[in-house]
Nanobody, 114 residues
Framework: VQLQASGGGLVQAGGSLRLSCAASASIFSIDVMAWYRQVPGKQREVLADIGIGGRSSYADSVKGRFTISRDNAKNTVYLQMNSLKPEDTAVYYC?????????WGQGTKVTVSS
């Protein structure tokens, strides 16, 4: 499965962005889809994940501000990001776990100005 992330860009603090992760194959049966982010010099951190049944979980740092969703018909996972803060500046990656196999997208950069 190839993953293509898009939707990053420059936004002011308090603004919103929606990231998309388009898969090259059906995501209907993919166990877990997730979003991570990474800043230079730090480990990649998981932000949100969503299972086949739609159950999702979030990191404390984004809970209440970010929403993950999956559209199986479009083979796409989204990350709606609201109330963005300068500390949300990072490269965002989508991730899939399918029957034990792990896949990463190429990353999309998000910059939040103060």
């Amino acid at each position: 499965v190839q993953l293509q992330a898009s939707g990053g860009g420059l936004v002011q603090a308090g603004g919103s962005l929606r990231l998309s992760c388009a898969a090259s194959a059906s995501i209907f049966s993919i166990d877990v889809m997730a979003w991570y982010r990474q800043v230079p010099g730090k480990q990649r951190e998981v932000l949100a994940d969503i299972g086949i049944g739609g159950r999702s979980s979030y990191a404390d740092s984004v809970k209440g501000r970010f929403t993950i969703s999956r559209d199986n018909a479009k083979n796409t996972v989204y990350l709606q990001m609201n109330s963005l803060k300068p500390e949300d500046t990072a490269v965002y990656y989508c991730h899939a776990i399918d029957s034990g196999h792990k896949y990463w997208g190429q990353g999309t950069k998000v910059t939040v100005s103060s």
